[in-house]
């Protein structure tokens, strides 16, 4: 009889729920079904294929339907989500950091590689070759604990500028590439970030800026170890690389983190082409996307000039493999968020 | 107009699916409140204790609730979530194909460690050391792709049998540990396994076993290298360790792989002492649980004695460090799904 009561009052409460929420629901369905998920691109034959592939993969009983466990997107992040000129953000950060910590400690100027990052001197830099870079991502990201890092990333994007555009870095995502995340994901899509720049770097700020929760971000990585110091457990960085995510890493870093193999991928350079490879080499339909830099008034324009971010093999190739090469300049209406 | 009609229809069609619908959830809904998540643990400290650990992380608005991407539970896979003895699983895998390898190539005998494995000799396995270890997983887990070892496992997996208990592997794991994924899942956690086994093992048959996708299994790992082979992209293993995931390591490849510290976890051995140590030592809510084997009817006896999935450290610092020791015996009505 209780049961039978409260299956009563259970009714009653989804009726009026019913009720109540239906014009909502309604209304809601139709905005969404009437709207554009990706107002920021042109109509053309880039925003046609990514609407395309993800019609055909989400058609239930279509010839090109996938499971949403195997629907993966892999997205690079410098060049691809946010900008990578005049340099990678992280370096910039490094730089910054290299500058704060000579101030506390004028000793570590003695270093090469520190001085000329403390002096914002990109040749000198440069010049000190990849041991000199090696030791810069030592002494600047390693040393202290995982949580005392992603703090000291956290007060650095939350305070730095952008050098040239004068505005936070968080501000430089790219508005379309957030809107295909979403759409995406919305479409049963999980979207990872794989990126040649540090993991616990990225991960900082992969949740606030594309919804990406830190599970789902691959990058770049230190040695770590764990430790009890004074009875306190941490994870400790170490000044070793552990393994670098980039060109023919990232397969590598996909397999290893995700253990299948995506159906699409995103990218903007070099650093990106044995990622779509190997995302397209699969069976089944496949969608590989390459954003071109050739925006010198919204954004940059570089493409083969650049020593970041540096596109030419799959300008040469992508095209023929039936890769989607994307133009900022025509395929996008607008870059940021802010104009 | 077309909008007007499409809405009447629109909501037609949803106050159809309330009437019909509504019985059905009402009738589920009050199932799932009277049933109880955990039917294979019996009543008692143990489970009680998992229970109010979920209720408490749940409750909206109350002291200890943890937002649902916080909700990460680790499980350590060998003698945690399937048996254990009388050795890992995937050793037995190893001996099986160092066999059939042999049986292929004699040649191979003459190798110490593979002789001793190809025929079954244990102690002469042991007696050939960490190297004599090393070069078995060298020669019967490397050398192939990815995609060629995950068959290589999946084929094994079909066809194995537990030596004594003359059943398939796939049938041992813990009922109890299974419906505990399930209740977790059901409350908004994510599981996963840190194992430290093989992950390229492991990823073949989590999702069969226990509904956890290849992305959330951690595990120890060996190199691998992206290659085009004859114009054909691969990931190739390379006989050569990369990651060790057990003891120490466990926090380090939690720490890699999901960014955050989990807030659960559920272990058997001592291998597992510092994941339940790093899980437990953040702040808020915290779970650890160490599966006692102490069941020789059905399963087995052991803890202390055992070479694999040995349970000392735990059972001596546990207790006084909050974590909850469950006996095989006493806790739980039913070890497999088939007695």
């Known amino acids: 009889m209780a ?21 909502l629901l309604v209304a809601g369905a139709a905005r969404a079904q ?10 053309g034959a880039a925003k046609a294929r ?23 997107a892999v ?37 090469s590689a520190f001085k000329a990052a403390a002096a914002g001197d990109m040749k000198a830099l440069a010049a000190t070759g990849e041991k000199g870079l090696l030791e810069l991502v030592a002494l ?26 004068k505005r936070p870095y968080t501000e430089l995502t790219y508005k379309p590439m957030r809107e295909l995340l979403d759409y995406l994901r919305a479409n049963g899509f999980r979207t990872w970030i794989v990126s040649g720049g540090g993991v616990e770097f990225l991960r900082v700020v992969s949740e606030e800026l594309y919804d990406v929760p830190p599970e789902q971000v691959v990058g770049s990585s ?11 457990p941490a994870i400790v960085r170490l000044p070793e690389i552990d393994f670098v995510d980039d060109k023919a890493g990232k397969p590598v870093g996909i397999h290893k983190a995700i253990g299948r193999r995506p159906i699409a991928a995103f990218g903007n ?26 925006d010198a008034t919204r954004e940059f324009a570089y493409d083969r000039a650049s020593h970041f971010g540096r596109l030419a093999r799959g300008l040469d190739e992508g095209p023929a493999r039936g890769w989607t090469i994307v133009s900022m300049k025509n395929d996008w209406n607008r870059v940021y968020e802010q104009p």
Request: net charge neutral; charged share 20%.
């Open 3 to 23: 049961t039978n009561m409260t299956r009563g009052r259970a009714a009653r409460a989804w009726h009026v729920l019913c009720l109540v929420l239906l014009p």
């Open 50 to 72: 990514i609407v395309a592939f993800v019609r055909a993969v989400t058609t239930p009983g279509g010839p090109d339907f996938v499971a949403p466990a195997e629907r993966i």
């Open 140 to 165: 600047t990201h390693a040393g202290n604990t995982a949580e005392e890092f992603a703090q000291v990333v956290r007060d650095w994007v939350t305070t730095a500028r952008h050098p040239t555009l």
């Open 269 to 294: 350079s070099d650093g990106d082409f044995q990622m779509l490879e190997w995302t397209t080499s699969g069976p089944g339909p496949r969608l590989a996307v390459l954003i071109r830099h050739d």
């Open 75 to 111: 997205f690079d992040n410098d060049g691809t989500l946010w900008s990578e000129q005049p340099m990678y953000f992280q370096l910039a950060f490094a730089i910054d950091r290299a500058r704060a910590m000579v101030a506390k400690n004028p000793a570590l100027a003695s270093r």
């Open 34 to 43: 009437a709207g554009d998920p990706l107002p920021s691109w042109n109509d």
């Open 222 to 232: 230190i040695r770590t170890k764990y430790e009890v110091r004074d009875g306190r």
